[in-house]
C-alpha cells in the first residue's frame, strides 16, 4: 500500500520558480519508479520527471529547468521548477509504481500567467 500526500503548486510568472514536495508512505515492496507527472487541460497525462531502477528521467520540455530530488529521512521528494512557461501550466500527480500497480497524488495545480 502506498498514500502519496502532495504539497506545493499555485501560480507564478513565466520565468518564475516554484517547488512541489510529495511525500511518499509506503508498506511492503519496494518502489520500481516515483515522481510526477502532468495533465494540461485537454491533453493526455505525461511524466516530468522520475526516479527508476535505471536513473532519473526528464521529460525533453523540462530538461535543464526542473530538478528532482529525494529526501529519504522525510520520505520526500521534491520538484524544482525553475524558468517556468505557461506550457507548464498543468495539475501536477505524485507517482508511484509497484510490483503490482500505480499509485497517484491527488493532483496539486501549476499555473505560470506571462
Known amino acids: 500500500q502506498v498514500q502519496l500526500v502532495e504539497s506545493g503548486g499555485g501560480q507564478a510568472q513565466a520565468g518564475g520558480s516554484l517547488r512541489l514536495s510529495c511525500v511518499v508512505s509506503k508498506r511492503g515492496f519496494s518502489l520500481n519508479a516515483v515522481g510526477w507527472y502532468r495533465q494540461a487541460p485537454g491533453k493526455q497525462r505525461e511524466l516530468v520527471a522520475a526516479?527508476?531502477?535505471?536513473?532519473?528521467d526528464y521529460a525533453d520540455s523540462v530538461k535543464g529547468r526542473f530538478a528532482l530530488s529525494r529526501e529519504n529521512a522525510k520520505d520526500t521528494i521534491h520538484l524544482e521548477m525553475r524558468s517556468l512557461k505557461s506550457e507548464d501550466t498543468a495539475v501536477y500527480y505524485c507517482?508511484?509504481?509497484?510490483?503490482?500497480?500505480?499509485?497517484w497524488g491527488q493532483g496539486t495545480r501549476v499555473t505560470v500567467t506571462t
Open positions: 507517482h508511484a509504481r509497484d510490483y503490482f500497480q500505480d499509485y
Open positions: 526516479f527508476t531502477t535505471e536513473g532519473t
